[in-house]
């Protein structure tokens, strides 16, 4: 599904502009501004300081961005606040062995959060592998969670949304592939971010918790045991359900499953979608896997 | 603010890498898969295929971003039904003399929205510059407006949405950037993408309607001159007021602005933003502008 690295020269330049393009004043929209200028023509010599990714740019450093995250709290905290006061039978968790949800029975209601990009922004590290030009490290990624404390920054909406919930009896609990040998890092990363207490074991989840690795689903067949899960929110499929990333799964098959019933019903209703344009399973896919022929179009000869 | 466009070489190799590092399987929380392959060492040769950019993989081809603007359109859709059923003295649309909502009176009951990339997906044009490396292209979107009926697509949700409102009662607006030299394009596109009728200078309103060219206040306060408005959506901040769009605010600042009060208690309530990680005036900013000293973080040596 993934493109090829893209060499150097035109290619090179051509992203370069896309990335620029991207920056320009106004493809509709925009107040009247000067157009800017043309890109300086690629050359090896002129290696300069890498852009930030467009999708940085959009979610940390845009009113656009914030907004779409705060939005998206304040959607989910009012419809908890809704179920608190008139308990469901079902969790908004699946039981993957039946295809059903989880019941409730009489378990104290929560609601369970993804980490990373979901309660907090990891501008630290996202910004140094950006910066340095660098693919993911897990070693450096191992380095934040021990030491990042007071660096991760809580997302717009989430302390108060936090606040709200455990006021209304709703205990928030942290479901994250963040690795379980640094739960003192990512308890105090939690805490120093404004989010409150989440203690491993008991309100915190991590990868090494069980013996299922990265998948979350096991995590939340252990969550729903115990608690009423009356809301639940990430920014990737693999939040709400495993299976929706199966690899092999192209990406508007995997768009088509997530969307059909019965999740249909769920999106916004119980489940709750951060925009996360930085990083993650969402951001894949060639031309051809994301633009069907049916989409394709081009402007006739001497408009280019 | 905006970083010259990036060169060959090392440092378009590292935006190359770190397009595909935001493609890699996972950052903490993909299900176990294998590690990609390295990139391919940069190569004034070895131009290839430009990759998708990542806010198109993340909007058009994404289960993640689908769900992200169905979730809006739900809540916008919930939102104005239960306004309609308690109609409100003021409008959304903020009066720009005056600073304060336009009243409602007993105006009939309307929702505005932008159209790009609000109510339909561009994804012709928008591909086309991707593919073809090119900048945005005034003569190429002119085309497209005026031909790409039926291949611009209504996003998740749209068609659902116009639909509960007009059942409603209320009347959906667009109001968009679009040329009102292209309104019949317009408005074939919007109705061939089964979001009904749209007509100029009705429900309809472009730009060259009036002499302030791309600011959309004055058609606002045109639109709130005749309709009790309940709702406005868009994707940037000059959909809900121009002054947002201020060319000298730094992008930090101007999330501050857009984020406070008066306007924090419009976001989600009346003010609808859907995430657009692909284009606009949300799309800006250097390493400085969008991280501030105290988010700055580096992995200890040895750990790179």
């Known amino acids: 599904m993934r493109q090829s690295t893209i060499g150097a020269g035109r290619a090179g330049a051509a992203l370069a502009a896309l990335a620029l393009s991207a920056c320009t004043t106004t493809v509709v929209e925009a107040p009247a501004a000067p157009p800017p200028p043309a890109p300086a023509p690629a050359s090896a010599e002129t290696a300069m300081v890498p852009t930030v990714p467009m999708g940085q740019q959009w979610l940390y450093g845009s009113a656009e961005g914030a907004i ?161 899960v009356i809301a639940m929110a990430g920014d990737q499929l693999g939040d709400f359900r495993n299976g929706f990333n199966k690899p092999e799964l192209p990406p508007l098959q995997r768009r088509a499953l997530a969307m059909a019933a019965p999740y249909d019903k769920l999106w916004g209703q119980g489940w709750f979608l951060f925009a996360n344009p930085v990083y993650g399973p969402s951001i894949r896919g060639g031309y051809d896997d994301i633009f069907p022929p049916e989409t394709h179009w081009q402007p006739n000869q001497g408009a280019e």
């Open 68 to 228: 779409a995250v705060r939005q998206t709290y304040g959607g989910l905290t009012a419809y908890a606040l809704a179920k608190a006061k008139a308990r469901p039978a079902d969790s908004v968790i699946i039981d993957e062995a039946t295809g059903k949800p989880f019941a409730c029975g009489n378990k104290p209601l929560a609601a369970v959060f993804d980490a990373d990009e979901t309660l907090i922004w990891n501008i630290g590290p996202m910004r140094w592998f950006a910066l340095t030009g660098k693919e993911f490290d897990a070693k450096t990624w191992d380095q934040w969670e021990k030491t990042g404390t007071g660096k991760a920054v809580a997302m717009p909406g989430a302390v108060e949304a936090m606040q709200a919930l455990r006021a209304a009896g709703i205990t928030p609990i942290a479901n994250t592939n963040r690795s379980s040998a640094n739960a003192a890092g990512s308890e105090q990363t939690l805490a120093a971010a404004g989010l409150g207490t989440f203690k491993h074991g008991d309100t915190l989840f991590l990868m090494g918790d069980d013996a299922t690795g990265s998948s979350k689903d096991q995590r939340r067949a252990t969550i729903a045991a115990r608690w009423c």
